[in-house]
């Protein structure tokens, strides 16, 4: 007997040892409405799929919130939700969507299989107008009451309608400042374009206009239209550099001229631009826009608008901003009264800014 009862404790000592030393059985997402994230660490990630353009998934969590990750990071992804994807010399292709290391599946009626590789960019969701959009939006003010009486406001709003062939692009920027019930600054510009992806870098720009305004610089109003051609040079999860050239009209009219001198001009222009943008860190973003305009001599013979800057994540969903902008006309035109505008405009702006 006692040797059977320590018989019975050495196999069930045995058996349980031999039960702990069994791995668990690996994680498997369950079929939920959630899309499902696995990072190359193993790491699991549940939340909804946005996008993926230049290497970056955009990926919102409930817990924390919208996340930027670098597509290399990604070893599995699923979703619940139809999306659309674009691969490399395919037409665009929708379903759902399942990544598993180098294979990539779209599962719909008619279920497809491409690899990793030839994958572009992703748009999350159905096609709907709505899903298309993003943007952001920041405000600066300075107000001061006493001896001296200022109310100085800063806008910047930019919109950006992504498809996987296509980007629609939207700018606004508003200075207003009066000080002593004198107006010291007033100038808007306003811009948009549209891109054409003939490859995954090679885009057609078929359309680049702008709208100007600033007195002090004798400028009543100023239109220019324009279409180029543009290559994106670096493409990656965290720095992105494109320019872009072609053809432009520009016609000026300005708020008052010398005797003899015409209220308006109008030319053919040459345009070059180049966009820059890289993260810092997870934290800090980087922005460098320049947009140049070579014109006839009676036009202002080139100007350009120089925009510099860092988006510094703070507080939730709201982002400090600082940004820099140089606005240069070399040739400006002499008003009614013989001033002649300077050639510079320089401001250094502060504002709080929130992302759509």
């Given at each position: 007997?006692r040797t059977a009862?320590?018989?019975?404790v050495t196999?069930?000592?045995?058996a349980?040892?031999?039960s702990?030393?069994?791995?668990?059985?690996?994680?498997?997402?369950p079929p939920?409405?959630?899309?499902?994230?696995?990072?190359?660490?193993?790491?699991?990630?549940?939340?909804?799929l946005i996008?993926?353009?230049d290497?970056s998934?955009e990926?919102?969590?409930?817990?924390?919130?919208?996340l930027e990750i670098?597509?290399?990071?990604v070893?599995?992804?699923?979703?619940?939700?139809?999306?659309q994807?674009?691969f490399t010399g395919?037409?665009?292709v929708?379903g759902?969507?399942?990544i598993d290391?180098d294979?990539?599946?779209?599962i719909?009626?008619?279920t497809?299989?491409f690899?990793r590789?030839?994958?572009?960019?992703?748009v999350?969701?159905?096609p709907r107008e709505l899903n298309?959009?993003s943007?952001?939006?920041v405000?600066g003010?300075?107000?001061?009451s006493?001896?001296?009486?200022q109310?100085?406001?800063?806008t910047?709003?930019?919109a950006?309608?992504?498809?996987?062939?296509?980007?629609v692009g939207?700018?606004?920027?508003?200075?207003?400042n009066i000080?002593?019930?004198?107006t010291?600054t007033?100038?808007?510009?306003?811009?948009?374009d549209?891109?054409?992806?003939v490859?995954?870098?090679l885009f057609?720009?078929?359309?680049d206009?702008?709208?100007?305004?600033d007195?002090?610089?004798n400028i009543a109003h100023?239109?220019t239209?324009?279409?180029s051609?543009?290559?994106?040079l670096v493409?990656n999860?965290r720095?992105?550099?494109e320019v872009?050239?072609g053809?432009?009209?520009?016609?000026t009219t300005?708020?008052?001229?010398?005797e003899?001198?015409t209220e308006s001009?109008s030319?053919g222009a040459?345009?070059i631009?180049?966009?820059y943008?890289n993260e810092?860190?997870?934290d800090?973003d980087y922005?460098?826009?320049?947009?140049?305009?070579?014109?006839?001599?009676?036009?202002?013979k080139?100007n350009h608008h120089?925009?510099?800057?860092l988006t510094?994540?703070s507080?939730?969903f709201l982002?400090?901003?600082l940004?820099?902008?140089?606005?240069h006309?070399?040739?400006p035109?002499?008003d009614a009264?013989?001033?002649?505008?300077k050639?510079?405009?320089y401001r250094l702006m502060?504002?709080?800014?929130?992302d759509?």
């Open positions: 007997m009862l320590l018989l019975t196999l069930l000592s045995s349980w040892q031999a702990a030393q069994q791995p668990a059985p690996a994680f498997q997402p939920d409405q959630f899309d499902w994230l696995q990072f190359v660490t193993g790491e699991w990630l549940k939340g909804e996008a993926l353009y290497g998934l990926f919102e969590s409930d817990q924390l919130d919208v670098d597509f290399a990071d070893r599995y992804l699923r979703t619940n939700r139809v999306v994807a674009r395919q037409p665009l929708t759902k969507l399942l290391g294979k990539v599946t779209i719909s009626t008619d497809r299989e690899t590789a030839a994958l572009i960019t992703l999350g969701g159905e298309y959009w943007g952001k939006v405000f003010a300075n107000l001061r006493g001896n001296t009486d109310t100085e406001i800063n910047t709003a930019r950006l309608r992504r498809t996987v062939k296509s980007r939207l700018e606004y920027l508003g200075n207003y000080t002593n019930d004198v010291a007033d100038n808007q510009r306003v811009a948009g549209i891109d054409w992806f490859t995954d870098r057609i720009r078929p359309v206009a702008e709208y100007f305004k007195s002090f610089q100023r239109e239209f324009g279409a051609l543009g290559y994106q493409d999860a720095v992105d550099w872009s050239a053809p432009a009209y520009q016609r300005f708020v008052s001229v010398a003899g001198q001009e030319t040459l345009a631009s180049t966009t943008t810092l860190t997870g800090i922005l460098l826009d320049y947009r140049l305009l070579f014109t006839k001599e009676e036009a202002g080139f120089f925009v510099t800057g510094l994540d507080v939730g982002d400090l901003d940004t820099f902008v140089w606005d006309l070399n040739k035109r002499l009264a013989g001033i002649l505008p050639q510079n405009d502060f504002g709080l800014g929130f759509f």
